[in-house]
Structures are given as structure tokens and as C-alpha cells.
């Protein structure tokens, strides 16, 4: 008789990280050797936020546990709550489910208070994307806790490897494995413009800006003013095509949202997109002239391409630069200045930064050492 399967979790609380997921989910339901089941939170369950829990159940996995716990509005007091919600939950999922494995991605607040709330039932947490850093959000102390509650860390580059042995003062079950957005892009079938178009009404046919501006979330009193000094550009920038994707659900998102969608009214170019998908985002992303904003996309899966980023201040502060990311300050003038230059320059070439697109089948060859799994 052979071992049971590995009872194995997936906490994914948002549309990001699920897709950054997809390669290692696809490796472990096709594997008798792990029980794998979804507990999705956070924005997944809410029609505001795209209602991307519709993407987990048309990949045909297992949703264990759903349960919305975005904040109600954008208050440093309502993410503290919110936080606390998903501690208040998750205590009893891991009281009715003692799994053996669980995976937890990234840096943010919800995933931290998840992963917290599991450290009294002495659970085994599989770490992915530690090590990084990210000195503009409060996501960078999330990172690094998360790091100290993990048993796994598998990071995406040998920099980020070396930070979670120095912040564990161990080099005990830490790898660099690569990044799983790598195994995406080396797996994608990428839709072109028209296929692009019919899913999504938008028509990367013409020469598309791809935009995504997330808060900063030290110093965020800031964020109006970045925001208006963006958009400022953006009314100056002629002659593309403008897709802004939606902002996550952190301190001032909901104001940098009603400022996007006023600025889009009647801007005929200017298109407000929630949730492409992770076909469409990146299949938006190899299709757009360039991209603007402080999304983390701009850093590892834009490099792949690679595409020009004009990066945005100071929310991605400490991440790794490659050649194709341009840093602006949020100033009208700059980064018009920044999106000018950089549409009619050649793109430097470089070496992959962050692996070789198998960083799921790595990931799962470690685990099945680890529990003894032939």
C-alpha cells in the first residue's frame, strides 16, 4: 500500500497571485502524489474586484474554502480590520483541516495574517517570492515575516535566496528555484490582437500604453497627488491607446479608482479593464508598446520579452533591476518625458534573470523529497 497523498493547501487571495500560481497548480493536481485543494479569500469572491473565484473554478481545481474578506473601503483602519477578519477565519480552516502542506505567495497583508493565523496549529508553510524587497510598501514587512513562518522557501532568483538565509540565519530548505510567472510565460499560448479583442473589447492593433497603478503604501498620503500627476501625463500623452488595469484592494486604492474611472469618462482612448485573465494580461503585456505604473509585472514577467517599463516612483524600491525598467518619479513632466524616449528606443538585450521556466517542476521534485515520494 502505497503513502497517502500529501494533504496540500493553496492560499490564494487574489487575481495576481493566482495566476502566478497556475504552473505549480497544474503540476500538483495531475500528481496522485498530493490532495490538492484551493482556500481563496481576499478579493477573489467579489463582483467589485472582477470575481476572479470564477478563474480558480474554470481551471477546474478544488475550492475547499471561500470566503470574501477585502476591506469595505480604503482606510489604513479598514485594511487592519480586514486583517483581522482573515485571521478570525482561517483559525478555523486550519482547526477543521490539519493539512500537511501549504502554500502561501508574495508579501501581502492578507497572505501574512493567513499565514499567521496558522502558526498555533504548527503547520508546514511552503513560501513562494521571499527574499525580495520592496521598500515603498508595507508588503516588504509581510515578505519577510512570512520568510520567518515558513519551513519552505523557494525564491526566484539567487539575490533573493541569499536575503532569506540572512533573515533566517540559515541556509536550511531555502532555493532558488526561479520564478513560477517565468514557467507561465515559457507555457503561454498568447493570444494576438484580434483574439485579444474579442475576449476583452480592447484592441492592441494600435499602439497601446499598458498601465497599472497600485498605492504606495508607506507614505501614503502621497498617493492623491502621485495619482493626479499621472494622470496629468496621461491627458498629455498622445496618440496611444490607454488600458489601465485596476488597482488592489490597499490604503487608498478605492480613491485612485474613482480617480481613473472620472479621468476615463469620456477619454474614447482611455480603457478601464478589472481582470483580463492571466492569458489576457499577458498576452496585453507582449502586445503593448510599453507599460507605466509600479506593477510587479513590470519586473519579472515584462523582463521575459522583455518590454520597456517606465517605473513610478517608489512602491518597487529594492527589487532587482533589469535593462528595460526605466525609474520616473511621479512628475507630469518626466513621465511624459520617460514614455517618449522610451517608445522609439531599441530595447537592450540581457541574460533571463529569473530562471528558466521550471520552477514548478523543481518546486515539486524538492516537496516529493522532502515527504519521501518516489
Known amino acids: 500500500m502505497g503513502k497517502p497523498a500529501v494533504k496540500t493547501a493553496v492560499l490564494t487571495s487574489s487575481r495576481a497571485d493566482f495566476g502566478i500560481y497556475l504552473p505549480l497548480l497544474a503540476m500538483l493536481q495531475s500528481d496522485d502524489a498530493f490532495d490538492l485543494e484551493i482556500i481563496a479569500f481576499g478579493t477573489h469572491p467579489v463582483e467589485k474586484y472582477g470575481y476572479s473565484l470564477q478563474q480558480i473554478l474554470d481551471a477546474g481545481l478544488k475550492v475547499a474554502y471561500s470566503f470574501a474578506t477585502a476591506p469595505l473601503n480604503d482606510t489604513p483602519s479598514d485594511i487592519s480590520k480586514s486583517m483581522a477578519l ?17 502554500f502561501a505567495l508574495g508579501d501581502r497583508y492578507e497572505m501574512f495574517s493567513a499565514v499567521a493565523s496558522a502558526m498555533p496549529f504548527n503547520l508546514k508553510i511552503a513560501h513562494i517570492h521571499g527574499g525580495e524587497t520592496t521598500l515603498g510598501a508595507i508588503d516588504n514587512a509581510f515578505r519577510h515575516s512570512i ?3 515558513s519551513h519552505w522557501h523557494f525564491a526566484c532568483t539567487e539575490e ?30 498568447f493570444m494576438d490582437a484580434a483574439a485579444l479583442k474579442q475576449k476583452s473589447g480592447v484592441d492592441f492593433s494600435i499602439p497601446s500604453l499598458l498601465i497599472t497603478l497600485h ?13 493626479d500627476q499621472m494622470l496629468m501625463a496621461l491627458g498629455e500623452l498622445k496618440g496611444y491607446q490607454q488600458v489601465i488595469t485596476m488597482p488592489n484592494a490597499d490604503t487608498s486604492g478605492l480613491m485612485i ?14 480603457k478601464l479593464v478589472e481582470n483580463f485573465g492571466t492569458q489576457g ?19 519579472m514577467e515584462a523582463s521575459h520579452f522583455p518590454k520597456w517599463v517606465i517605473n513610478l516612483g517608489h512602491r518597487q524600491d529594492g527589487r532587482l533591476r533589469t535593462p528595460n525598467i526605466i525609474d520616473v518619479e511621479f512628475s507630469k513632466d518626466k513621465i511624459t518625458e520617460a514614455v517618449n524616449k522610451a517608445a522609439i528606443s531599441p530595447l537592450p538585450a540581457f541574460p533571463p534573470a529569473y530562471g528558466d521556466g521550471h520552477a514548478a517542476e523543481k518546486i515539486v521534485k524538492i516537496l516529493k523529497n522532502e515527504f519521501a515520494i518516489d
Open 86 to 102: 482573515v485571521n478570525e477565519r482561517m483559525a478555523d480552516v486550519w482547526k477543521e483541516k490539519p493539512y500537511d502542506l501549504v
Open 147 to 149: 520568510t520567518h513562518m
Open 160 to 189: 533573493y535566496k541569499d536575503r532569506i538565509i540572512e533573515l533566517n540565519a540559515s541556509s536550511e530548505r531555502a532555493y532558488n528555484t526561479g520564478s513560477l510567472g517565468i514557467d507561465n510565460l515559457r507555457q503561454m499560448h
Open 215 to 227: 498605492p504606495e503604501t508607506i507614505g501614503f498620503e502621497d498617493n492623491i497627488r502621485n495619482t
Open 257 to 270: 479608482r474613482e480617480k481613473l474611472t472620472s479621468f476615463a469618462l469620456n477619454r474614447s482612448n482611455v
Open 281 to 299: 494580461y499577458l498576452s496585453a503585456m507582449k502586445l503593448a508598446t510599453l507599460m507605466l505604473g509600479n506593477s510587479s509585472s513590470g519586473f
